[in-house]
């Protein structure tokens, strides 16, 4: 069976657990604080400005509470996001108002937001679309014109950019995932990155009880050092030497499975491109670097279902992503979206990681082309 998503772990990875295990500290320490450097100066930001965290659905959760979110407020959310996003808005007692996106890229525009922009809304959360950046200028003008707060989702951009700087850091807080399905993997982790320095030395205590930290010298010279003191009500949501460990290494590959996955999104384009029945994505803009986390066709045959089940009877596995959530009854919302709706009944995302080898993909588009004649 050819995966649709699959993380490379190696020997470097299980060598960097083993040195933690040998080290007898697993919990948040040394080598968590080497990645949130590290990780810090990958996206180009301080190391004051980000902090990690147990997975990105807290991260999620987290943002509603930093930006003083509830009752009688309104959260603008593209209907093509995380189901923990939602979850996030909603369960803080805010309202969803959900937003189309491109038919195409599955991002929300400036225009879809602002469409529902209304008195109560205090913040948009976007998401990037499998980390294809959203047109984040014309966003961010017009959330300064609304005075707006602008939170990223970048779970699916972990190396992308948009004009050299590093999705997630371009509104007011973003977030990163290394959950097992994601390109940087170490079973479960995250990053956040907040703008307000101040703020985020909030959420990094939100996320540890809510514990007044001291520095080491004066914790090892105090006389009582089992005394401490809180300034909020904090949960422990953290990422531990073990997962960091892997994380780390991961991170130095991270430039290589970008380079692999933009080859083999080529390598589709380049055989797919002339397929009458379907479209293939549209580059990147030149000023922008995608993740390459889906590679995504839309049939234009209405076939999207019968060819999924068809490739995966060829051991090829696709998906798609993401279900548009206003058609989660659960959260009650009334509206139709053309273009999500539309996305989401011919949408098809085609397998994609770093480990596929080029007859795998070969395989993959002679089977495509092949459907038809079926
Ligand atoms: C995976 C994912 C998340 C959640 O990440 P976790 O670390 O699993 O909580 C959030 N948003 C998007 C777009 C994702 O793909």
Redesign the pocket.
Known sequence: MINVFQPSLGKEEARAVEKVLESNWLGKGKITDQFEESFAKHLGVKKSQVCSDN???EG?FLSMELFDIGAGDEVILPTCS?V??ANAIQKCGAEIAFCDVDKRTQNATAGDIEKKITAKTKAVLL?HYGGVPCEMDEIMQMADAYHIKVIE?A??GVASKYKGKALGTIGDMGMW???A??ILVCG?G?MIYVKDEEMLQRASKLLYFGLESKSGYSNSVDQKWWEFEISCLGRRSIMNDITAAMALEQLKKLPGFIARRKEIAEMYTLGLQDVEWLDVPESVPADCESSYYFYHIQLKNGKRDELARYLRDRDIYTTFRYFPLHRVKYYGCQEKFKNADWAADNTLCLPIHQALKDEEIAYVIEMIMNFEKA
């Open positions: 997975c990105c659905t999620l995380f923990g996003a998401m989702d779970a699916c995932s290394f959950d399905m994601k479960d995250s």
